[in-house]
């Protein structure tokens, strides 16, 4: 195991040894959950921030829980009272909480790349909670996670990403991490929401659901960014739920034990109905639990350049 | 270079010993219970459970622990001391008070034994936890001492138990 890294920006970056080993690193954490003592002091004494410049509730709470099982302190800065309103610069700001003695910064912001920014500027540890339309490593990892706990392997699957891929930094992580991991991947989705380029990250696209669907062992439903609907991306939302929907009959023409999973917030009704939300085939709620399990072991894992004079 | 101390043969013996000393401590079974700290504290404590069962008869639980997440070095970990292995507690330590054997292969600063003991203790309040350790290599930095010792080996030199979780064999030797 060599896994030596300060930040964690993208699973980009990363090859399939360093996955492998996060895959690896993961089970001795979730069992930590059947506990009735959930907790570790691995990291006492250590200071997590999750600064969001974007809304997040899901994930933050995922972080701050995963921090908390491991007894770090955690802060959270969240956009609206933080001093963006008054000026400061990312840099400033991230230098400001490196003055606080912050071990990890938790970062979420609309921009492409602004965890890289404060990860070449600081000390300390960072890890990308989503930025722009680029990655959000830690929802990769969980979802790889989950495909591998439930279908015991990566490699060879078919895994189908469907609906918003262009505005979708979980399916660029998922994309990264899978075609890494062996897996043959597919996406599906209305041609406004699917990069041009697409296809040179090793990925087949295709416009119609119902033929991509017949071969997937894997189907990760992405959430329909409704905030994104005046850019008149598609012409109705209507159309969308009648193209692309998820739903049980569509669910009948995929093999019998696909997987089925959405990164959540689930929009009930338009990227995938009630009944296959609710199906045996989902496993909707068991990433939330191995998102926590996922970036404990993330936080584990990286290194923060602690102290200069060390040795 | 190193020196082979122990070889499997005498490491059986020694063990055979220390199961005897133990057996002998040993008021009620029905309580009983063994812990290895993992890697090779496991293989030992695999080892007097066998002698024990043989001695005695009884089914006696059995739980492992990794202790990697209780460690008070942890910024200072290699990427290889960042690998954790399964930690299981099959039992109830605390309803059933559970008198605890908890076995490591070497016994050098305490710190690692300061780890488990509070690593056990997030699983409950067991009855009372004793520490068997095969090898004693002095140099303690915490105020911990074994109940149980295999053998004393104070040269001030490294020393390693090697072993095959997978035959059983195992041997001590120096690390120069």
Known sequence: MSFIYKDLLGLQYLDKKDLETILDSVKPFKTLFTRSVKKAPTLVGKTVVTLFYEPSTRTRTSFEIAAKRLSADVVNL????????????????????????????????????????????LD????????????????????????????????GLNVLLVGDILHSRVAKSNIWALTKMGANVAVAGPPTLIPSNIQKLGVKVFYNLDEAIKTADVINILRIQLERQQENLFPSVHEYVELYQLTKTRLAKAKSDVLLM?????????????????????????????????????????????????? | MSKILLDSAELNK??????????????????????????????????????????????????????????????????????????????????????????????YTGRTIRAALDFLMSFGRPQSIKLAVFVDRGGRELP???????????????????????????RVVILD
Do not use: W
Request: proline residues 3%.
């Open chain 2, 144 to 170: 911990i001492e074994p109940n149980f010792t295999g053998i004393k080996f104070h040269a001030g030199k490294k020393i390693k138990v090697e072993c095959s979780q997978k035959d059983g064999e195992g």
């Open chain 1, 78 to 121: 969240s956009v609206n009272a933080s001093s963006v309103v008054k000026g400061e610069s990312l840099i400033d700001t991230g230098k400001t909480l490196a003055a606080m003695n912050a071990d990890y910064i938790i970062i979420r912001h609309s921009m492409t790349g602004a965890p890289e920014i404060l990860a070449r500027a």
């Open chain 2, 14 to 107: 020694a063990v055979k010993q220390m199961a005897k000393e133990i057996h002998k401590s040993v008021k009620d079974y029905k309580n009983l219970a063994i812990v290895g700290i993992h890697s090779n504290g496991v293989f030992i404590a695999k080892k007097i459970l066998q002698e024990l069962k043989t001695v005695t008869g009884f089914d006696i639980p059995f739980g492992t622990l990794d202790i990697t997440l209780y460690r008070d070095d942890i910024d200072n970990l290699s990427s290889g001391e960042r690998e954790i292995k399964d930690t299981e507690i099959p039992f109830d330590l605390e309803i059933s008070k559970k008198n605890i054997i908890l076995v490591d292969d070497v016994l």
């Open chain 1, 262 to 311: 959405h990164p959540g917030p689930m929009n009930r009704g338009i990227e995938i109905s009630s009944d296959a939300a609710d199906s045996s085939n989902a496993a909707i709620n068991e990433q939330v639990t191995n998102g926590i399990a996922v970036r404990m072991a993330v936080l584990f894992l990286l290194k923060p350049n602690r102290s200069k004079n060390e040795n």
């Open chain 1, 124 to 155: 300390v540890s960072i890890i990308n909670a989503g930025d722009g339309f680029h990655e959000h490593p830690t929802q990769g990892l969980l979802d790889l996670y989950t495909i591998h706990e439930k279908k015991g392997r990566v490699e």
